[in-house]
């Protein structure tokens, strides 16, 4: 049976001013209880500019991609919307998680292809 996956778009990394380290902005063990936690692109990768290297890039991360698998929007918009637009291109539906402040927890939703 297929293990869900949980595949986190954009590593997001911040300075810590105590240890002037880069470490990472968000925790994301909260989403674990939907997949197993993968990230697509590094915190290094500056995907500014969407042009085929990027949209290749986004195709071979996510060639594993499977219906119940999950895409945790985060990072570059560019790559969020051209991320979107491959695994909609592919199912015409996908589920996002979202993180919801007040709950402290993602939620899962249902994304359409038009």
Known sequence: MHRPKVYILQEVMRRDP???RNTPAHDF???AIYGSLEFV???EAR???VGRTLVNQLKDALKDFAPGDYILP???PSLIFTAGAVIGKKYGSF???QWERRQRAY???EVQSV
Do not use: F, Q, R
Request: charged share 15%; glycine share 4%.
């Open 18 to 20: 105590t240890t002037n």
């Open 41 to 43: 692109i590094t915190a």
């Open 74 to 76: 985060v990072g570059d």
């Open 29 to 31: 063990a909260p989403a």
């Open 95 to 97: 589920k996002i998680l």
């Open 107 to 109: 939620i899962e939703m």
């Open 47 to 49: 995907p500014s500019i």
